[in-house]
């Protein structure tokens, strides 16, 4: 992630002295400041790989348990042929035609089918359930996480 503007706030040293209430006011007052700052140059604050307008994408959080057996296929194919699929190595051991869960999940969300990361860990375990894909030991549910995953069609 890069970041083109940096913002520092400087705190003086008798702010120890000052009563926790104008503590909190000062709080305040620089959360205000960061939320306008926000407001009147998004693109200063805009998270990289984030699609550019959420509101776009494919499935909204409420939306997810109550797609379409025709939905979730089309987002598997999606995945299928764009997910880095190869032979992963942890622990000694080589797994072979595997992806790993936190791409997956960076995938769902940079091509707009799902708006944040815990949707698509929502999609990813509907689909895990489905029977899609499993995790190569079957010992977890789909996460975030550096975990690998086989898809059902590579057994």
Known sequence: MSVRSSVSLVIPRSFRTVSLRARLLITLYCLYLCFTAVHEQPDLFRISGAPS??????????EIPNLSGEQLDRVMKRMYNELSIEDRKFHFRTYHR?????????????QGIVRSRPDGVVLGERLRARGDFHH??????????ELFYRFAMDE
């Open 53 to 62: 307008n959420p509101s776009r994408c494919d499935f909204a959080s409420d």
């Open 136 to 145: 190569v030991t079957k010992e977890h549910v789909f996460h975030d996480k």
């Open 98 to 110: 595997v992806f790993v869960g936190k791409e997956a999940v960076s995938f769902l969300v940079e």
